[in-house]
């Protein structure tokens, strides 16, 4: 099993900046890509940045050149960091962790609450 504890969501305002830190603990021998999704209400649960091992990155459109994945191996924990937030930023952010073995198996955190005010 995996355990994701989650930090640093709260309230910023519009071109503020927060950072998000997502620790992971278990059974980690098979620790492929860690990230960030976030889902805001009447929405579906979308990418919002995710890193492998070897520090490879993906970004969704809306956050590339404003928000910064970056991941610590030895400490199993990945960070987000968020500058120039605008309002549509505002969404649950959940932690994320794939394992591949035989197959891929994904772990989630709990939610952290994003809120940027305009």
């Known amino acids: 099993q995996v355990q994701l504890v989650e930090a640093g969501g709260g309230f910023v305002q519009s071109g503020g900046s927060l950072r998000l830190s997502c620790s992971a603990s278990g059974n980690l021998l098979a620790i492929n890509t860690m990230g960030w999704y976030r889902q805001a209400p009447g929405n579906q649960r979308e990418l919002v940045a995710d890193?492998?091992?070897?520090?490879?990155?993906v970004y969704a459109d809306s956050v590339k050149g404003r928000f910064t994945v970056t991941r610590d191996n030895a400490k199993n924990t990945v960070y987000l960091q968020m500058n120039s937030l605008k309002p549509e930023d505002t969404a649950v952010y959940y932690c994320n962790v794939r394992l591949i073995h035989i197959k891929a198996v994904d772990y989630w955190g709990q939610g952290t609450q994003v809120t940027v005010s305009s």
């Open positions: 890193i492998t091992r070897g520090g490879s990155t």
